[in-house]
């Protein structure tokens, strides 16, 4: 039914929604939605939750974003409220959309979730795998679904890509297949400039950015017994180092580098007086058992930290101070020897 209704000859109006504070897929996976519904002449409107990172606002089509914003409230409210579909994509809770969640007390559009986190709550329609690569993969899967690849152009085929780039470690994590290197063949077909793309990714970071993780790298601490790292960075370095949004990207995966290393923990305190963030990526299994593998790093992060992820990434918050928080961590990780140390 959603498929012949968009598909159809009856203009729909349609909002797309990444979550706070959207990365390389999210953004990607929507901006390629907002090029493919335009081209079937339907109503579109993406609308972000939050600023974004400067480093992706070269992507095609980021200028037409609309930012969630107490200048563009009433706006936002409106168009959702007056949609006949809502897309929700590469998350699953609504509370990764923070206040525009409830707007849909008023809204009677059909909730549509394009995801690949595990757990999704109730929607009216759901494409969610949390065993592909990235939500770019699903929004790929469901183009082809309508029978519309040959729809899929320059513009659509490089936001595409970006997800998947960025959502792979550049095609190096174990969730990347077959299907994952498949897709990006089809993609690079439609003309990507993937010079073009790579510079923008990795080769113009800001300098804030590389001062910060020179104070990660610095603060990085081994320990060896539990084959784990941590870093953090406080508050005080973000107002020295004049911090954008994007620039701790990718802190977390350094960590990884250290031979015998199978878990690195990043914990940011932005704001003095405000949550921790913590960022948590790992290699390996973890469990001999396949259900166990999938889910141990996202329920390490639900259970301990209020947060969740994939079987190699995940996310949290703690409302503890920066320190304590920290010395959370390292009383909770002997628990997880034996997982650490099976770990291939």
């Not at 996976?29 to 335009?38: C, E, K, P, Q, V």
């Not at 990235?134 to 082809?144: E, G, H, K, M, P």
Request: glycine share 6%.
């Amino acid at each position: 039914m959603l498929f012949s209704n968009i598909n159809g000859i009856n203009k729909k109006k349609i909002v797309l929604l990444p979550h706070n504070k959207p990365d390389g897929d999210a953004l990607g996976s929507s901006l390629a939605l907002l090029f493919y519904f335009r081209k079937l002449k339907h109503d579109v409107d993406l609308i972000s939750p939050t600023e974004y990172s400067e480093s992706f606002q070269w992507l095609p089509g980021s200028k037409d974003i609309l930012v969630f914003s107490k200048h563009t409230e009433s706006l936002v409210k409106r168009k959702i409220v007056n949609s006949d579909y809502v897309f929700f994509i590469d998350f699953n809770n609504l509370s990764r959309i923070n206040n525009i969640k409830d707007f849909f007390l008023y809204s009677k559009a059909k909730k549509v979730l394009i995801d690949h986190h595990p757990f999704p709550f109730y929607f009216d329609f759901m494409f969610s795998d949390p065993t592909v690569a990235a939500t770019s993969v699903l929004v790929f899967r469901f183009i082809s679904n309508m029978n519309n690849l040959d729809k899929i152009d320059q513009e659509i085929a490089t936001c595409l890509y970006v997800g998947l780039m960025t959502d792979t470690g550049f095609f190096r994590f174990p969730s990347v297949t077959s299907e994952t290197h498949f897709i990006a063949g089809k993609l690079i077909e439609k003309g990507i400039n993937i010079d073009y793309v790579y510079d923008h990714l990795q080769e113009k970071y800001n300098e804030s950015r590389l001062k910060l993780l020179s104070k990660a790298l610095k603060k990085l601490k081994i320990i060896q017994k539990y084959r784990t790292v941590y870093t953090s960075i406080k508050a005080s370095d973000v107002n020295k180092n004049l911090y954008k949004q994007g620039d701790t990207e990718g802190i977390t995966t350094y960590g990884l580098g250290i031979k015998n290393i199978v878990f690195s923990v990043f914990f940011f305190e932005e704001k003095e007086k405000h949550p921790i963030k913590i960022s948590f990526r790992s290699k390996g299994n973890f469990s001999k058992f396949p259900f166990v593998r999938r889910i141990l790093m996202y329920m390490f992060a639900r259970k301990h930290f209020c947060g969740g992820g994939h079987k190699n990434a995940a996310g949290g918050i703690s409302e503890k101070s920066l320190s304590e928080a920290i010395e959370y961590f390292l009383n909770i990780i002997p628990n997880y020897y034996n997982n650490l140390m099976f770990s291939i």
